[in-house]
């Protein structure tokens, strides 16, 4: 990850669950088996800058597991 999180991570939803997602093969090939979901969510972070922007964060995320692979999908400032 090239970014913090600073504080907490708001208006968080799941817009796809299992076979729905386009990468679950190689999600469990590396992470292992698990109910795997597409999630969003909405956070102030800071880049290696140091500067500080709200974004919008999708990542994976299943139980046991945890949060794989955040990204930033856009800057909402």
């Not at 795997?36 to 800071?46: E, Y």
């Not at 994976?60 to 930033?72: N, Q, R």
């Amino acid at each position: 990850m090239f970014f913090e999180i600073c504080g907490d991570l708001g208006d968080v939803e799941t817009f796809a669950i299992g076979k729905s997602i386009r990468e679950l093969p190689r999600l469990q090939k590396i992470y292992g088996k698990g109910r795997w979901r597409k999630r969003k969510g909405f956070a102030d972070v800071r880049l290696p800058n140091g500067t500080i922007r709200k974004v919008e964060l999708h990542w994976y995320e299943a139980s046991g597991v945890g949060k794989k692979e955040l990204k930033i999908k856009r800057f909402l400032d």
